[in-house]
């Protein structure tokens, strides 16, 4: 959890258009929206080896005025892919797949932007379905409908590929040790909230003891484990010995699924790892090297702050390395508790969609802190409706905007009485904040367990066996 943050880091989240006087790349046109959108509907006909274009046989075309021509015979059209293009199933967007999974003879739905040039560049491409019908002519015959029906068979839930990654929805998860209202117990939280909740967070400097006895009380529930692993007395502590060892062999022998979120917050002036990003990413990957060594139920997750943004990208150790891209994320009325620095105009999904855009292509998405305050110290007032909006916006926007998000923390804690820092984040310190998070969490997108199974249907190619929400 981030303490404090200079005014001046806020700058870097003003603006989310390319940078002036660096030329614009096709990513930020599509990104920006500055030119015309277009639908086209066909059959993909060829993919480029790098899979970075493809060629689709069109037979319906749609303008962004929404305006639909289908054409009487199929035409061959060029398709390029942004950097971070998204691959649906045609009827179910929480469906996500990879663009290997684009091949010749599959119907497709580009959904894009035209150029300047004509050429289409795409933003999502939505597989599956079935052809429109469409008008044929031939010799001296007059024209005729004909339907050309086919249905393409995609898996029905397609195999996350990082480990623990369900297929379809959303993981909920909580931070509840330090909320007095629960007397800080998981199951006295699942039966305020009015469910279960799928993974626990807590956090454990480095040099400290796996923290087993905690791990019991989550596995109890039903629940699996996220831990802070962060070296608090800088890098240079971090390395491949007998402690590290050690701790891998507890995480294993723990009985299920371990996240681990190895020195988040890292790009933030405020952590005792930050400034160094050649060392970060040399020191994640050691840690992450000895899980995959001794604990192969440990998913290793790096965690940024939502700002700065700008050097984000410098700490990233390689997908190799990671198997969860995670952020951390507050609503806050004042940044530092400070009357100067207002920041109630902040939206949730903007300061999410940075992290988003550049790596759910790549990774599944965990929101690994999220709150928003409803007693802000710098107003010395109860805000409840203001915590009611900011989370009703982001909950609500998982399904539809960013289905790649496959797991959420709540950062349940007031952290006024908790000395800290100045807002009250408890979702169960006012009844209507605490109706509202019911409410948000009970549709079925949100999961109440892990897969009850250590490997991953990415290598067994079985579904995962969710418990029934509690």
């Keep these: 959890m981030r303490r404090m943050l200079a005014p001046l880091l806020l700058l870097s989240m003003l603006s989310v258009v390319p940078h002036v006087g660096r030329p614009a790349r096709a990513e930020d046109v599509v990104l920006s929206g ?29 303008s962004d005025s929404g305006r639909q021509r289908v054409q009487s015979a199929p035409t061959a059209r060029p398709i390029r892919l942004a950097d971070v293009t998204y691959v649906f199933d045609a009827t179910d967007r929480t469906v ?58 995609l898996p029905s839930l397609r195999a996350g590929k990082a480990k623990f990654e369900p297929a379809r929805g959303c993981y909920l998860g909580a931070f509840v040790i330090q909320d007095a209202n629960v007397n800080r117990r998981m199951d006295l939280w699942e039966e305020t909230v009015g469910k279960g909740h799928a993974s ?19 596995r109890q529930v039903g629940s699996v484990p996220n831990i802070a692993f962060e070296p608090n007395e800088g890098l240079r502590a971090v390395r491949d010995n ?23 917050e890292m790009n933030g002036a405020w952590t005792a790892y930050s400034g160094n990003p050649s060392l970060y990413r040399a020191k994640f990957r050691l840690v992450a090297k000895v899980m995959r060594e001794e604990a192969p139920n440990v998913a290793m997750v790096w965690t940024p702050y939502c ?35 207002p920041a109630h105009r902040e939206d949730p999904l903007e300061l999410l969609r940075p992290v988003y855009q550049r790596y759910a292509s790549r990774k599944p998405i965990q929101i690994s802190e999220y709150a928003a305050t409803s007693f802000c110290m710098a107003c ?91």
Excluded: C
């Excluded at 626990?200 to 791990?215: C, E, K």
């Excluded at 900011?390 to 009485?417: A, C, G, H, N």
């Design 34 to 62: 500055q030119t015309l959108g277009v639908r086209l509907v066909g059959r993909i006909r060829a993919v480029a080896g790098d899979r970075k274009s493809l060629e689709l046989d069109v037979v319906s075309t749609t």
């Design 96 to 153: 996500f797949y990879g663009r290997e999974d684009l091949k010749p003879g599959i119907v497709a739905t580009v959904v894009g932007v035209q150029t300047d040039d004509g050429s289409v560049i795409a933003q999502e491409i939505r597989l599956g379905g079935s052809l429109p019908t469409v008008a044929r002519t031939t010799g001296n015959e007059g024209g005729r409908d004909i339907t050309d029906p086919l249905q393409v068979k």
């Design 200 to 218: 626990y967070l807590t956090y454990t400097g480095y040099g400290r003891p796996f923290p087993i006895a905690w791990v019991r009380e989550v």
């Design 242 to 264: 007998a402690y590290l060892r050690k701790w891998a062999r507890a995480a294993a022998a723990s009985g299920g699924p371990v996240f681990l979120r190895f020195a988040s």
């Design 307 to 341: 700002m700065p943004k700008g050097n984000i990208p410098s700490y990233y150790p390689g997908d190799d390395a990671v198997d969860w891209v995670g952020v951390n994320i507050y609503s806050v009325h004042h940044h530092n508790g400070r009357l100067d620095f």
């Design 380 to 470: 010395s007032q109860p805000m409840p409706g203001f915590a009611i909006q900011k989370m009703s916006r982001l909950y609500r926007s998982l399904p539809t905007q960013f289905p790649r998000v496959k797991m959420i923390y709540w950062f349940s804690w007031d952290t006024i009485s908790g000395g800290a820092a100045e807002n009250n984040y408890s979702v169960t310190a006012n009844p209507e904040v605490l109706a509202t998070y019911r409410h948000l969490t009970q549709s079925p997108y949100f999961l109440s367990r892990v897969p009850d199974t250590l490997t991953d249907r990415g290598q067994t190619g079985e579904e995962p066996r969710l418990t029934a929400s509690r």
